[in-house]
């Protein structure tokens, strides 16, 4: 068998596995690509063109696919853009060693100037999940225009996990050996039980995509400084069995008091909060969202 025969067989194989939620949204994505400290940003777009914008950020070693459960529900009445951020999925990676500490400013300003490319000064909602959720209230810190903020497991809280995960390198393993490796880091980070194939093979497509070292910042207590700056209402919502944090303590502390904050804690859900809960989290959204 020729290499090109081999490639072939490859590139069917891969494309036969694609969740068919995911082939759907494709399908349909509007695709864009902003420019920024000549790093490419991929961008994908759904809903009406000309309703409400809603940016949504994914976590370390994700991808827009993060969303995958909430896009739909979502582009019903609003304007969804999902990039994947730089050094991760489609998008470029900038020209720095991997933990680089300019890395995160240097993130955030090229997500802020996608924005700002793809919705001028226009008002709009802004979601992040776990890393996405500290990227998002440094991008809401720099924008004013923001309608609101939610923040989804987000990381940068500095407070004690409910868990100490150990995470096996999936990048030692090969084949079957590593699709098991990655789907136990997935059952044991992100999810409250079973992995599905679908989450597999999300999980397995970002990992695989990661360019960004995340984890430098994930864990410092970086939303103390930023989030007294953040003037729009906010929401912050939490798996109850989120091991990156103990969401009840993390929520109240990053909620500060202020009656503009509200907080939920979703029963039997993990980290991945709006796959693990996405019926419950989709209606949240949107009972929340819609007041304001």
């Given at each position: ?36 400290a000549g790093c490419s940003v ?87 999940f776990s890393f996405g959720g ?114 009840v303590k993390a929520a109240e ?40």
């Open positions: 068998m020729s290499e090109q025969e081999a490639g072939h067989i490859e590139h069917v194989e891969h494309v036969e596995r694609i969740p068919q939620a995911v082939r759907a949204l494709q399908a349909t994505a509007r695709l864009h690509v902003t420019q920024h991929q961008w994908r777009e759904w809903g009406d063109p000309q309703g409400v914008p809603l940016v949504a950020l994914h976590g370390g070693h994700g991808t827009w696919l993060h969303w995958v459960r909430n896009v739909a529900t979502l582009a019903d009445r609003y304007r969804v853009l999902l990039p994947d951020m730089p050094g991760f999925g489609d998008s470029d990676d900038f020209d720095l060693p991997a933990r680089d500490p300019a890395r995160l400013d240097l993130l955030v300003q090229t997500v802020q100037h996608g924005v700002e490319d793809l919705l001028g000064k226009l008002p709009f909602h802004l979601m992040g500290l990227i998002a209230a440094k991008v809401a810190q720099r924008m004013p225009q923001i309608r609101t903020l939610t923040l989804l497991g987000s990381a940068g809280h500095g407070l004690r996990r409910a868990s100490e995960v150990a995470m096996r390198n999936w990048r030692e393993f090969d084949g079957e050996e590593r699709a098991l490796v990655l789907k136990e880091n997935l059952e044991a980070f992100m999810l409250a039980g079973e992995a599905d194939a679908d989450a597999c093979w999300i999980h397995e497509q970002s990992c695989e995509k990661t360019r960004f070292y995340s984890k430098t910042y994930s864990h410092k207590p970086l939303l103390t400084h930023v989030l007294p700056d953040v003037q729009a209402p906010m929401l912050l919502l939490w798996g109850e069995r989120d091991v990156t944090a103990e969401p502390f990053l909620a500060q008091s202020r009656p503009e904050r509200e907080w939920m804690v979703i029963p039997n859900a993990g980290h991945w909060v709006q796959y693990d809960a996405a019926s419950t989290v989709n209606v949240l959204l949107h009972s929340w969202l819609a007041q304001r």
